[in-house]
């Protein structure tokens, strides 16, 4: 089982940015995606952002339409880590923000992002709070 490690978070005016980063304690495979979801209080867990593929061919990744436009995912697979760079954090981007790795499922490789939002390994996370 690997092990996930969060860290960035806190405290942020509106209209200001974070980086939270994740760690994962061994290499992935090839085909894990790495993604994060958050969870606010009293709302259930949601998608964020998600990162997949095998190098050379370029990562694909995919976004929650409430930060697209607005947060970056991106993947060092040498180091292990992948980061989520938010932007223009509004209110109601404060949550809990999680760590996840998954593998594909299924004939098709899916990795059913929404429909499994508690499938795969994951982090403690870390608290992000927007907040004048």
């Known amino acids: 089982q690997v092990q996930l490690v969060e860290s960035g978070g806190g405290l942020v005016q509106p209209g200001g940015s974070l980086r939270l980063s994740c760690v994962a304690s061994?290499?992935?495979?090839?085909?894990?995606?790495m993604a994060w979801y958050r969870q606010a209080p009293g709302k259930e867990r949601e998608f964020v952002a998600a990162i997949w593929g095998t190098v050379p061919t370029p990562y694909s990744t995919r976004y929650a339409d409430s930060v697209k436009g607005r947060f970056t995912i991106s993947r060092d697979n040498d180091k292990k880590t992948v980061f989520l760079q938010m932007n223009t954090l509004k209110p109601e981007d404060t949550a809990i923000y999680l760590c996840?790795?998954?593998?594909?499922?299924?004939?098709?490789?899916?990795?059913?992002?929404?429909?499994?939002?508690?499938?795969?390994?994951w982090g403690q996370g870390k608290e992000v709070t927007v907040s004048s």
């Open positions: 996840n790795t998954r593998a594909p499922l299924g004939p098709a490789g899916r990795y059913f992002f929404d429909e499994y939002p508690r499938f795969g390994s």
């Open positions: 061994k290499r992935l495979s090839g085909t894990d995606a």
